[in-house]
């Protein structure tokens, strides 16, 4: 045979779908936010938006909402869809609560951790062993962490000292810390309310003061888990059995395994989330204390599009959105909504710049209609603070839906030797 008899491989064509953004342009995207940020705080005199202690709060109310994500992201990478991260949470509020009054706030936390992990072990058993509609699974887990928590608290707190059967008693506090000099230097110049100088030493400035050392630990468990997911032999045959099982098991993973591993992971995560609510974000367990945030959670690891980064940068958001209801919340979000409406006045441009012209006049409208009720009112309703951080959870997802890509066997039942 000649080499004129051997057909010439054609270059394969190039895949279709949009390019993920590259870290420069999500770095611009964030710094052209954060000027504009300044600016409308100069223009409306709301300093608090981007405070100190706005911050810090911020990243307080970030960590349980963040862990929940990363317990999204562990499990959905290894096929599993897991709703079942508040239920998760709700155990590690009890767990770590009941065991931090007596033994003390680090035994809480275990104690939390694996309340989570015994929840996950569930969720595994239903979905991996037996098949059993993850979402289903999910929401009889959340269903089920209640009623017995609230079973529990029943008998464990209403006749202990300062508990009730719908509150523990306090937790011990694991104390908190600033960065020595540059906290104080941080705060100083964000006091200053000069133009983006005080917002980013506000910005920075929450993220060194008032420290617990859970949230360090937490924050720590971003890049850790990027590490392990991408950059080891363990995670790669863990998300190949999120991708195709079916050729993981050909290769010689044990999919089950590997599938039970991640879950477990996920719920050790989500209980530590839960066990930061009742241990650091305040210092009792308390009936309905998660509120949400395992959804939540979910949903920033849907807008971080299942990568931990993303999922840092959605938890981010929505904790900043949350500690609107601690700090000057109407003030601060009626500043927020010129923001909004500035910001979808670019988007506008960008949607005639891809030639979306309805899209582009929706915007428009939009963003009028923000400008007016901006300039027509001082400050806006409590009830609508409340609700920001689901409003933004809506919105965000809603506008992201188009760019996200999820594993692909994500959700899909498996069984061993399906492939044979």
Known sequence: MTTATVAKPKAS??????????????????????????????ITGADGITSTGQMSTALRLAVPIGLAGLGGLWSERAGIVNIGLEGMMILGTWFGAWAGYQWGP??????????????????????????????????????????????????????VPQGSSKQSPPVDSLGTFDIPGLSGWLETLNEKHWFLVSDLAGLIGGLVTDLSPLTVIAVALVPVSWWV???TAFGLRLRSCGENPVAAESLGVNVYKYKYLAVLISGAFAGLGGAFLSIVASNVYLDGQTAGRGYIGLAAMIFGNWMPGGLALGAGLFGYTDSLNLRGGTVNVHALILLLAILLVFGAGYLLWKKKYVSAVITVGISAALFLWYLGTNEVPRQLVTATPYIVTLLVLSMSAQSLRMPKADGLPYRKGQGK
Do not use: C, Q
Not at 24 to 41: K, Y
Not at 111 to 136: D, E, P, S
């Open 106 to 159: 680090w035994a809480g936390v275990a104690l939390g951790i694996i309340g989570g992990a015994l929840g996950a072990l569930l969720h595994a058993i239903a979905t991996v062993t037996f098949n059993v509609n993850h979402i289903v699974s999910g929401v009889a887990l959340n269903i089920l962490a209640l009623g017995t928590t609230r079973y529990l608290s029943k008998f464990t707190f209403e006749n």
């Open 229 to 231: 997911l991408w950059r």
């Open 13 to 42: 064509a190039p895949a279709k779908g949009r390019r993920r953004m590259s870290l420069p342009v999500l770095l611009l995207i964030i710094a052209g936010v954060l000027v504009l940020t300044s600016a409308v705080r100069l």
